[in-house]
């Protein structure tokens, strides 16, 4: 109980948990809509989903501020690479969280007439470029991670007896090389992604994620139901990285 | 920009900055009521307004715990009268949080059959009985600074020079009653915790008292009050020396 009190105190917690819902219930619609449910259950559902998306565009009215602040943190970074995707992500974040509060002004009433569609998909252009950043960030941290562990790996392997195949193969003369190395790449990867969680765990988040964009803005259209699981797999592992903040990637 | 975030990332910071927003549009739809040429304003404060208190209750969905965690904390506060008035305030606190939320189901459409008016009523009592509650600790709290300042040497002189100084003023044709006062604004003046929380609940006090008809005042009066005790809810979240412990 007092895990609960501590993890409802954060604002973003809270958030995480209606996206959750708001994404199940994305997928709840679309089941009942298979199964041929009654039509009063799927509207109560759509409405429900309705009402906690604007209510988490109520709570996100702050966050470009956060944004901001995070993408000036990120400047201070040693790793180049590191520093020029997190910043640009965390600026994209910031134009996204600024699409997003003027949908909700709009949404809300404040703001007579928007063009909310136009604006809905700037956001989600926005939110698409940051999650393509993340992912880089992510494939680039891995690529480290592998090399490191291949070396150290030769390391261990070299003095014992000579390497079975080559470290680089340059001109693959035989037809198995090219098996052999990618499958010795697959295990690496494996490896790699085994003893770090973390970046196993925001992998699979942002991979998650990035189907939602994709099927709003046309690109890769997947479906409902497709989305809303993607979109309930991203919350709660969101929500499992907040509990737990050991499983958060930092930086 | 540092303080704003963590005053942002604290789930009850948002939400008074909410409350004071939907108090802060219903004082400002009533004194634009009577004006005729800002009704499209009028309607965008009250859009605003509903869209708020509609946010604020999916929000409140989780609250019901906290208010039992808070209750078992001060079930083992050592003074008698502390322990009663806050367990009373908590446990009212947690079943006023089980109604609004029944009512965010009803309103949201998971739940038809709800008597909406009885439980709205029966919300707004648990509210006010855990206001009440409130108050009467703050009181106590009081009547305790009150006896310990009294007691007090130092204070004691104050006192005298206070009433000798000025016998033509009204308020010494009864010294008893200028004593008592200037005794109780002494004991606020020294612990502003209690006070802001004292006027917090009274300001509190006016808006179920309206919605239970025991004293109708008008929607600019509750919209009033309203604000001015997010502000100060606001004001000692910020400042946690202006927050009264336990």
Redo the contacts between chains.
Sequence with gaps: ??S??RF???????ERV?RAAQYACTLLGYTLQKSGAAAELHQ?IT??EA??S??RK??RL?NS??AL?AAKRAIHLSDSVLRLCLTISHLNRAMYFACDNVLWAGK???I?KLDQHKWSQRSFRYYLFALILNLTRDVYEIRLLIEREARYRDAKSSPQHSPTLPPDSSTPAAIGLPVIWFRRQLHLLVTVLYSNPPLLLDLLKNTCDIFIPLDRLGISPTGPGFVGACGLTSSVLSILTMLHPWLKLKP | MDAFVQFTSQSQGRDRIFRATQYACALSIYLLRNNSERKDLVAKLKSLETNMSAGRKLLRLGNTVNSIEAAKRTMQLSDRVLCLCLTAANVSRGLYFICDNVLWARNVGLMRDIDKERWSLNSSRFYFLSLVTSLTRDVYVVIQLMAQKARDRNFRQKMELHLNESPEVAEAVVPQLDAFLFLLLESLKSHPAVAFDMLKNVCDLFIPLDRLGIYQSNAGVVGFCGLLSSVIGIVTLTQPKLRLKP
């Design positions: 109980m007092d609960w009190v409802n105190a954060q604002s973003q917690a809270k209606i109560t409405q429900l009402h906690m604007l209510t109520l709570l702050g501020v956060e602040e809300a009433g404040l007579s």
